[in-house]
C-alpha cells in the first residue's frame, strides 16, 4: 500500500467514527424526548424496579444487575424497597449523571 492510498484509508475511516458520533447524539436526544413522553403523569411518583424496567427496555434481572454495575443509574432506597425517580431514569437514557 501506498502512503496515499493508507491516507485515503484513514480519511474514510474519520468520516465514518464523525457519522457515528452525529448519529448517536441524535439517538440520545431522541431517547430523551421519548423518555419525557413515556413518563408517568406526576413526576414526583417514584418507579419500581419492574415500571423502570419497562420504561429502559430491558429486563428485570438486568435492572438489577444494572443497579449493582452502572454507578450512573440512580436509585431511592425506602428500607428495602428500590425505587427510581423518573428524571434520574430521563437523565440515564440520555448518557448522564443526575444531580
Request: some cysteine; charged content about 30%.
Given at each position: 500500500m501506498t502512503?496515499?492510498?493508507?491516507r485515503s484509508i484513514?480519511?474514510?475511516i474519520?468520516?465514518?467514527?464523525e457519522s457515528i458520533a452525529e448519529h448517536e447524539t441524535a439517538i440520545?436526544?431522541?431517547?430523551?424526548?421519548l423518555a419525557a413522553l413515556t413518563s408517568p403523569s406526576g413526576d414526583d411518583h417514584l418507579l419500581d424496579v419492574d415500571e423502570a424496567a419497562d420504561w429502559l427496555g430491558v429486563s428485570r434481572a438486568?435492572?438489577?444487575?444494572?443497579l449493582r454495575t452502572d454507578p450512573r443509574l440512580r436509585c431511592v432506597?425506602?428500607?428495602?424497597r428500590t425505587r427510581f425517580?423518573?428524571?434520574?431514569?430521563?437523565?440515564?437514557?440520555?448518557g448522564g449523571a443526575a444531580s
Amino acid at each position: 500500500m501506498t502512503p496515499t492510498e493508507i491516507r485515503s484509508i484513514a480519511e474514510r475511516i474519520e468520516a465514518r467514527l464523525e457519522s457515528i458520533a452525529e448519529h448517536e447524539t441524535a439517538i440520545r436526544s431522541d431517547l430523551q424526548v421519548l423518555a419525557a413522553l413515556t413518563s408517568p403523569s406526576g413526576d414526583d411518583h417514584l418507579l419500581d424496579v419492574d415500571e423502570a424496567a419497562d420504561w429502559l427496555g430491558v429486563s428485570r434481572a438486568t435492572m438489577y444487575r444494572l443497579l449493582r454495575t452502572d454507578p450512573r443509574l440512580r436509585c431511592v432506597k425506602i428500607g428495602t424497597r428500590t425505587r427510581f425517580r423518573p428524571d434520574d431514569l430521563r437523565c440515564y437514557t440520555a448518557g448522564g449523571a443526575a444531580s
